[in-house]
């Protein structure tokens, strides 16, 4: 099944941080039902205009149609989506092309596309039910659709193990990967040991960006933090929970056990290092 509306949440700024409490924090930015299972569940943040959300076919076929928030006859009539499977194997089939995403592979679809489905693959012994993770947002032209398997896009190791945030960054849809009109898109993997996601944090006032966690211990949480540098707060972020950090928040994260993420961004460009550090001695 799939929902026929789009929850939405609405634009904030940095003067309502201060006087929120932590339901309020959550109400508006942690998005705790990502995954459910027969359902396409997205939520719309005025941010950025993105539409995020999770597609869990749990043995059926589900079909990705249009909402009446977004105004349009289908939902790719005036957007694109990037897709990365946090789950088992499965198939995305997209005007009649059928793409099989292993465990951690990233799909690109561009605008005009008119008929966007999701199921499960033959499942391996053992092996759970595909879990597909979308981030969409407005295009303004079309570009072509594209598969990455892990491994294949571009690269990056970061950190340090003495600081407990060495990573490995795969970088998917950006300016010198898979081409998109606003999205970039990747995954990050903690190694053994490392609990942060990023340190510095840092801001980015041209992109909204959105973390979905996943691969944490049911037992386990992520401390994200996020406001401005001199009013910070924090959200504790369960496993396939995911968060939207306005352009102007901070944002970077220690967990109780290592993880991964994906990591969403759609705004001004595609600069993956367009920001701007908050050395932690600045942060209050």
């Known amino acids: 099944m799939t929902d026929t509306h789009i929850p939405q949440r609405y634009a904030t700024n940095p003067a309502q941080i201060p006087g929120m409490t932590t339901a309020e924090l959550r109400a508006t930015y942690l998005i705790s039902d990502v995954f459910v299972p027969g359902e396409i569940r997205l939520t719309y943040t005025h941010h950025d205009r993105i539409v995020l959300g999770g597609a869990v076919p749990a043995g059926a076929e589900l079909s990705l149609g249009g909402y009446p928030e977004i105004r349009s006859d289908y939902f790719l009539e005036h957007r694109e989506v990037g897709i990365v499977n946090v789950g088992g194997t499965g198939t995305v089939t997209a005007d009649g092309e059928v793409y099989t995403l292993v465990t951690g592979a990233c799909l690109y679809l561009g605008r005009g596309i008119r008929s966007v489905s999701f199921a499960d693959a033959s499942p391996a012994e053992g092996e759970s039910g595909a ?3 979308l981030f969409s947002a407005p295009a303004h032209t079309a570009y072509p659709a594209a598969l990455v398997s892990p491994g ?4 990056r190791e970061l950190g340090d193990q003495v600081t407990s945030n060495r990573r490995t960054l795969n970088q998917y849809i950006h300016e010198n990967g898979v081409k998109s009109c606003q999205i970039v898109m990747g995954v990050t993997q903690l190694h053994p040991g490392s609990m942060w996601n990023t340190m510095p944090a840092h801001t980015h006032d041209r992109r909204t960006e959105c973390y979905l966690y996943f ?9 994200h933090l996020m406001g401005e540098r001199e009013e910070t707060r924090h959200l504790l972020v369960a496993d396939r929970q995911a968060v939207i950090s306005p352009s102007w928040s901070l944002h970077s ?11 969403a961004m759609a705004g001004e460009n595609q600069a993956f290092d367009d920001m701007d550090a908050a050395p932690v001695t600045d942060l209050r």
């Open 253 to 263: 994260g220690v967990g109780t056990a290592a993880y991964s993420f994906v990591w």
């Open 152 to 155: 294949e896009g571009t690269v």
């Open 215 to 223: 691969d944490l211990p049911e037992e386990a949480r992520v401390v």
């Open 131 to 133: 879990q597909f993770y």
